[in-house]
């Protein structure tokens, strides 16, 4: 059975650092691109970052390049989330998923009914 769950999540004054885990189970992650997102209240969900496979080729979203950092350990099949100079509007709850897509520099979850999504983490960016 395919389990993705997160963890690392919190709060946290602006300009600080946050580092989200998401731990695989029921597959490895050289099989599928894993990503991760993100939805704010009344906000639709958008794709923060994702590793593809098989090259690990690195996407980010416009709003998070240069402040956060995704990074696996294949060994221990976890995905993090290093997130930097954290503002409060990347205040949401965060989940992992896979497999994802890029298109058009969208990132782009698992179909419905295809792939599985994380619980989600809640990060609170607040002074």
């Known amino acids: 059975q395919v389990q993705l769950v997160e963890s690392g999540g919190g709060l946290v004054q602006p300009g600080g650092s946050l580092r989200l885990s998401c731990a695989a189970s029921?597959?490895?992650?050289?099989?599928?691109?894993i990503g991760w997102f993100r939805q704010a209240p009344g906000r639709e969900r958008e794709g923060v970052s994702c590793?593809?496979?098989?090259?690990?080729?690195?996407y980010y979203a416009d709003s998070v390049k240069g402040r956060f950092i995704i990074s696996r350990d294949n060994a221990k099949d976890t995905v993090y989330l290093q997130m930097n100079n954290l503002k409060p509007e990347d205040t949401a709850v965060y989940f992992c998923?896979?497999?994802?897509?890029?298109?058009?520099?969208?990132?782009?979850?698992?179909?419905?009914?295809?792939?599985?999504w994380g619980q989600g983490t809640q990060v609170t960016v607040s002074s």
């Open positions: 998923a896979s497999p994802v897509t890029v298109v058009a520099s969208t990132i782009l979850g698992p179909s419905t009914g295809f792939g599985s």
């Open positions: 029921g597959f490895t992650l050289d099989e599928y691109a």
């Open positions: 590793i593809s496979v098989p090259d690990g080729t690195i």
